[in-house]
């Protein structure tokens, strides 16, 4: 992780995390870890706790900005898990959120911060433009994720075009970052059909590249304009 932070001692909280951390010894999975560690998916710790039994336990952590923070700077993954579905987001200033950006350098991180965080927070797409502008590929694929999950649960969520996502990728052919963004022209496709043919002509160009990663981009694309058109 990039920052290791330290606090002040709070016995409270410290009591609170040590109730936590003794829930997660619970549930630990070794093999999850380790098919997760063979992947590139790297933590200080990682239990291997599934995302069920976090969500239930999240429901018996009192919700508390301090708490929400230390855990997510403890490099464990299920605490950091656990903080982005507990922090009360009027707590999450943009400030906040650039900072809590910082830690975001793997894959799940990626994928979890974007469905159980960054959606709940106010005022998001003014970070998501500032990742999208930026070289950082994990948070380029966070943006990517965020838009589409912000166009599934709120679907009038149109602030942010199709060239905007597009431009982003520039000359990557990172196949994170093209799943990534594969599922928000996706989701742009399911909730905003006024971009159709934009992204039609997107994957066009995408096919005809002759790059492997591309192409198989612009198939998933093709794919969705044929379940739409069938639909």
Excluded at 94 to 114: G, M, P
Excluded at 203 to 223: I, P, V, W
């Amino acid at each position: 992780m990039v920052d290791m932070r330290f606090f002040v001692e709070n016995q409270k909280i410290e009591k609170e995390m040590s109730w936590v951390q003794a829930q997660l010894r619970l549930h630990m999975n070794g093999a999850t870890t380790e098919q997760m560690e063979r992947s590139g998916i790297d933590y200080r710790i990682n239990y291997g706790v599934g995302i069920p039994h976090l969500k239930q336990l999240a429901k018996r952590i009192p919700v508390s900005f301090e708490v929400a923070e230390r855990m997510w700077f403890s490099e464990v993954r299920e605490m950091m898990l656990l903080a982005a579905l507990i922090v009360p987001t009027e707590n999450m200033t943009l400030d906040f959120c650039r900072d809590w950006a910082k830690q975001i350098n793997n894959k799940d991180l990626v994928e979890r911060t974007s469905m159980f965080l960054w959606t709940r927070v106010h005022n998001i797409e003014n970070i998501i433009l500032e990742w999208l502008a930026g070289e950082n590929k994990h948070l380029l694929a966070t943006a990517f994720y965020t838009v589409g999950r912000l166009l599934q649960t709120r679907a009038d969520v149109k602030s942010i075009n199709v060239s905007e996502l597009v431009n982003a990728l520039r000359s990557s052919e990172d196949l994170f970052i093209m799943k990534a963004l594969s599922f928000a022209l996706r989701m742009k496709l399911r909730h905003c059909p006024q971009e159709k043919e934009e992204i039609k002509a997107f994957a066009q160009s995408l096919n005809s590249s002759g790059e492997m990663n591309k192409q198989m981009l612009a198939e998933e694309l093709f794919n969705e304009l044929d379940f739409m058109a069938n639909s």
